[in-house]
């Protein structure tokens, strides 16, 4: 009923930028907070970032002042922006929302990931 799809990973060179979106569809009613999280091989999945439905953020302490996360609430869009990236930011990324539907009521969704490698 909902899908969540994320675009914009690839390669990187530290020191780069990266634009990920996630793209929210579906019988969707109302979007509530969504989130951008990651994971690493061999660790488990962390949060990278937080955003309300109103605009409120949150980030995880370490990438304060690098990652920016932002939404466009009219076309069920969520974006993160990653100024200079470094190694240890290779990751999957995944997107997250918490979603109302015509049917199923509020629930969590998950997108697929899309991988980022930052080179050094």
């Known amino acids: 009923q909902v899908q969540l799809v994320e675009s914009g990973g690839g390669l990187v060179q530290a020191g780069g930028s990266l634009r990920l979106s996630c793209a929210a569809s579906?019988?969707?009613?109302?979007?509530?907070?969504m989130g951008w999280y990651r994971q690493a091989p061999g660790k488990q999945r962390e949060l990278v970032a937080t955003?309300?439905?109103?605009?409120?953020?949150n980030y995880a302490d370490s990438l304060k002042g690098r990652f920016t996360i932002s939404r466009d609430n009219a076309k069920n869009m969520m974006y993160l922006q990653m100024n200079s990236p470094r190694p240890e930011d290779t990751a999957v990324y995944y997107c997250?929302?918490?979603?109302?539907?015509?049917?199923?009521?509020?629930?969590?969704?998950w997108g697929p990931g899309t991988q980022v490698t930052v080179s050094s």
């Open positions: 579906g019988t969707i009613l109302s979007i509530g907070t």
């Open positions: 955003i309300t439905s109103g605009g409120s953020t």
């Open positions: 997250n929302a918490r979603v109302r539907t015509t049917t199923v009521g509020w629930r969590d969704y």
